[in-house]
């Protein structure tokens, strides 16, 4: 397994450009859910999704779309680039339906995105 | 609403000594509380986590946490740092009814000394 995989690693736009993060996860995982990193406020979460189908906003999700089509892939659209949205971003996945492992999540390696 | 804090940004200890990072919660009910780490330019990797069985919670590489209610702390420790710890620790909060929707710390970042 590939585990989640988020592309691209790097990204630059300016200011007022749209663009679209990619996350996609092969562990048949139902939840998903998308954070941003800022330097000294740990990870923050901006959209989630419980399943295909079914998305909900976090704590800070002005700024940002996302959709679930498939159980596999869950995307981050941002509309028009801010500078204030300068960030990295992880997508995170887990599914583990009883048990303890239920509350584990699994993060990707993350993209770091320069809006100018 | 819940919140996470974690007493110092940085930490530094020589090899061998012992790591201890902080974490205090609060929330109006005992939460499930998380520890991940966090390797430059990497995403965030599992530690241990506390979910209402034993207080005191063995993790990998070492570690082990234990949730204090009545201090409502979920302090970090590992007996002897390893170089290889060098990275950055996240503690991390949930309540019982959205047990997947996570609330972070700011983060501590752990420097081990030769």
Redesign the interface.
């Known amino acids: 397994n590939a585990g989640v995989t988020q592309t691209p690693k790097f990204q630059v736009l300016k200011t007022g450009q749209s663009m679209t993060l990619q996350c996609a996860q092969d562990m048949n995982h139902e939840y998903m859910s998308w954070y941003r990193q800022d330097p000294g406020m740990g990870l923050r979460l901006i959209h989630y999704s419980v399943g295909a189908g079914i998305t909900d906003q976090g704590e800070v999700p002005n700024g940002y779309n996302v959709s679930r089509s498939t159980t596999e892939d869950f995307p981050l659209r941002l509309l028009s680039a801010a500078p204030s949205q300068t960030s990295v971003y992880f997508c995170a996945s887990s599914y583990h339906p009883v048990g303890d492992r239920r509350y584990e999540q699994y993060f990707g390696p993350g993209t770091r995105l320069t809006v100018t | 609403a819940q919140s996470?804090t974690q007493l110092g940004?940085h930490v530094s200890v020589s090899e061998g000594a012992l790591v201890l990072l902080r974490c205090n919660y609060s929330s109006s009910v005992p939460p499930?509380l998380?520890w991940?780490v966090q390797y430059p330019?990497?995403?965030?990797?599992?530690l241990l986590?506390y979910?209402s069985?034993a207080t005191l919670v063995k993790g990998i590489n070492g570690f082990e946490a234990e949730f204090k209610k009545s201090e409502t702390s979920f302090h970090l420790t590992k007996p002897s740092a390893h170089m290889s710890d060098a990275a950055e620790y996240?503690c991390?909060v949930?309540d019982r009814g959205s047990?997947?929707?996570?609330?972070?710390?700011?983060?501590t970042q752990l420097t081990v000394l030769p």
């Open positions: 996470v940004s499930y998380f991940y330019n990497q995403g965030l990797q599992l986590k979910t069985a996240f991390a949930s047990a997947r929707q996570l609330t972070f710390g700011s983060g």
